[in-house]
């Protein structure tokens, strides 16, 4: 998730910066500072959980989750603040999704609140950029849903991630209720197995 969620934040700093140089709206500069004036905190901290917690740990991919849009088009015919607006929309409900994601399986109370900050934040800015781009454009924006990158997994309903997080017998995060109601974790019994005694069969059936 900071892995991610960094590079994200980066995109968004990036994208608003170019817009408070283009655009023509008061609107559109006011919100670019906001985005930065937010985002760049939380990539400063974002940075130092990592360096924290995760000091030995390679960079990752990610979360291997659609993020939205990374920039802003180049298309000219198309107004800037349109081009922005959509950009921005699209790329907010990227950072909405992944922090979904960390709200459910993220182990750090800090990951939590962040995440809740960032959906309260950039759902709010959605429907005002959304109003925008109906008011100023004609055009209605609709936010890409959370699940459009499970379409092409290998099982619908779950990621490319998900599946090879199953295959591999990891908690998925429902290892907690799995073990409040008696049953074990697989991962936790095969990292036990050979304290569990377990033969071959119940390895291979785990």
Do not use: C
């Not at 990227?94 to 962040?114: F, K, L, R, W, Y």
């Not at 609709?142 to 499970?150: E, G, H, L, W």
């Not at 199953?166 to 050979?194: F, V």
């Amino acid at each position: 998730f900071i892995d991610g969620m960094i590079r994200h934040h980066q995109g968004a700093v990036e994208m608003a910066q170019t817009a408070l140089e283009q655009s023509d709206r008061a609107e559109v500069r006011e919100l670019a500072e906001a985005i930065i004036a937010a985002q760049t905190p939380e990539i400063d901290q974002m940075t130092a959980w990592r360096t924290e917690w995760y000091p030995d740990l390679p960079a990752t991919a990610g979360m291997q989750m659609g993020m939205g849009d990374m920039a802003i088009s180049t298309d000219e015919s198309v107004p800037f603040d349109q081009r922005f607006l959509t950009a921005m929309i699209s790329h907010h409900q990227g950072a909405i999704n992944m922090a979904t994601m960390a709200q459910i399986h993220a182990v750090h109370a800090e990951i939590h609140q962040m995440a809740a900050a960032i959906i309260t934040a950039q759902q709010a800015e959605i429907e005002q950029m959304q109003t925008w781009l109906m008011e100023w454009f004609g055009v209605e924006a609709v936010a890409q849903s959370a699940y459009v990158a499970q379409l092409d997994s290998p099982v619908r309903g779950l990621s490319a991630q998900e599946v090879d997080d199953l295959r591999q017998g990891h908690g998925m995060g429902y290892a907690r209720m799995a073990e409040l109601n008696n049953h074990p974790g697989p991962r936790h019994l095969l990292d036990l197995s050979e304290k569990l005694d377990l033969t071959e069969t119940q390895t291979e059936q785990v």
